[in-house]
DNA sequence: CTTTCTAATGTTATATTATTACATAATGTT
DNA sequence: AACATTATGTAATAATATAACATTAGAAAG
C-alpha cells in the first residue's frame, strides 16, 4: 500500500480523466474512456470516484449526477463545496468565496444546529449564454 | 383540464402521499404505495413529481434521490432551497431562514454573476442522534 | 522474513433511478 | 367546432449504483 496522498493505480488514472476533462463527468463516461487502461466494470469506477471524494481530489454535483476535479485548495476536504451550474450550457464552476464559505460554515439553524459539512449548488446563465 | 393551483388526480394522490410522509420518499417507494390507487408505472409517478417540483409544492433532495413536501412559504417556487440532513437518521428538514435566503439570493461571485435558483444540503447529526 | 491485518482490486450479477417512444384522453382557447 | 396544450396509460429500455464473493498487494508488527 501507499500513503494518505498517493493515488492507486485505478484512483489515478480516473482522476487524471477528470481532471482533463473541461466538464463534469459521469460515471459511466469515465468507464467508457478507462476501459482501454483496463478498467472494466462499474464497481472499479465507482469504487475509485468514491475514494477520490472522501479525500477531496474530486468533488460531486449532486443535481446531475457527475464528478470534477477539485481546483479550489481551501474547499476543505470536500467538507464545504459550492458550485455555479450554466442551465443552457452545463458548464459547471467551483466557486471560491472567503466570504461565502465562512457564512456558511458558521451558519447555525433556528435550534442552534451547526453543521459539519454542506454543498451548495448555483444556477443560472453563464457569461456566454446569457 | 384546471386552473394553476389544482391538482391533477395523480399528482394530488403522490402529493397527499409526500405529504404525509415523515420522511422524505424515493420514487419507487412512492410507486409501490400508491399501485392501489391506479398509479401502474414508474412513468406516472416521475412525471407526477416533475410538476410537483415544478410548481413548488415538494423539493427534491439531490443527495438522496428523494422528495419531500415543501413547509415553507418564504422558498419561492423551488427557486431558493435550503436543507438539513442527518447522516445517521437521514432525517431532512427544510431551513427557512431570512438571513441565509437574503444572503444566498443577493450572493455574487468573482465575475458579478447573480444565479436564479440554487440548493443547499448541510449535512450534521440531529437533536436525536447527538 | 513471516505472519497478520487492512485496503484495493477483479468479476459477476443485480438493484435502483430515470427516460424514450408512442398512443390516447381530457381540458383549455379561439 | 376546431385547434392547441396538458395530462394520462403502457411497454420497453437506458442510466446510475450497489451486493456479494474471491483474490491480491501492501502495511504493520514481531
Ligand atoms: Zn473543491
Ligand atoms: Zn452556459
Ligand atoms: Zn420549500
Ligand atoms: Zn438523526
Redesign the pocket.
Known amino acids: 500500500?501507499?500513503?494518505q496522498t498517493l493515488?492507486?493505480?485505478?484512483?489515478?488514472i480516473i482522476f487524471d480523466l477528470i481532471d482533463r476533462s473541461p466538464e463534469p463527468m459521469?460515471?459511466?463516461?469515465i468507464l467508457f474512456n478507462v476501459q482501454k487502461k483496463?478498467?472494466?466494470?462499474?464497481?472499479?469506477?465507482?469504487?475509485?470516484?468514491?475514494?477520490l471524494v472522501e479525500i477531496g481530489k474530486i468533488h460531486?454535483i449532486?443535481s446531475?449526477?457527475?464528478f470534477i476535479a477539485c481546483h479550489n485548495s481551501s474547499c476543505q476536504v470536500a467538507k464545504a463545496t459550492a458550485f455555479s451550474i450554466c442551465e443552457i450550457c452545463e458548464k459547471v464552476t467551483e466557486i471560491s468565496s472567503a466570504g461565502l464559505s465562512k457564512y456558511l460554515a458558521n451558519f447555525k439553524d433556528k435550534d442552534g444546529m451547526k453543521y459539519s459539512k454542506y454543498n451548495l449548488e448555483f444556477f443560472g446563465l453563464c457569461k456566454k449564454c446569457r
Open positions: 500500500m501507499q500513503k493515488l492507486t493505480k485505478n484512483q489515478q459521469k460515471a459511466y463516461s483496463g478498467i472494466k466494470a462499474p464497481l472499479q469506477v465507482y469504487r475509485a470516484l468514491d475514494k460531486k449532486e446531475r449526477n457527475a
